[in-house]
């Protein structure tokens, strides 16, 4: 029995759906534990960059200007928003899976425990 539930978790880990759940949040999570994690920036133009949080070196929360910066070895990510002291939190335990940026026009339509993201800003070192 055991080989069996080990199996089926092995294929869905194979396959990276452990939760079986759609991707449509702003903040996507890993649903367990893996590896090698990849957090992937959607900026508002389309464009998306994906780093390793491997590289990520250190990461700095200013609560007055509500401003997250990521220094990775390669490269330099600033995220602006509000609320962003729970995304910070998560980044220490390289949750996110994927931080899209929205236009700060939407930012009343998001709840009040959730971080919004305004800005993204990739810098390569």
Do not use: W
Request: charged residues 30%; contains cysteine; aromatic residues 8%.
């Amino acid at each position: 029995m055991m080989g069996q539930d080990r199996k089926s978790t092995f294929d869905r880990m194979r396959e990276n759906d452990l939760s079986g759940k759609q991707e449509s949040e702003q903040v996507e999570n890993y649903p367990g534990g893996s590896h090698s994690r990849n957090v992937l920036f959607i900026l508002p133009d389309g464009n998306e960059k994906f780093l390793n949080y491997g590289f990520l070196i250190s990461a700095d929360y200013n609560k007055n200007d509500d401003c997250i910066v990521l220094e990775f070895t390669t490269h330099t990510v600033t995220i602006k928003g509000s609320n962003l002291s729970v995304l910070y939190r998560e980044l220490f335990e390289h949750i996110p899976k994927i931080i899209t940026s929205t236009e700060e026009r939407y930012n009343d339509l998001e709840e009040d425990d959730k971080s919004v993201i305004n800005s993204i800003e990739i810098m390569a070192k």
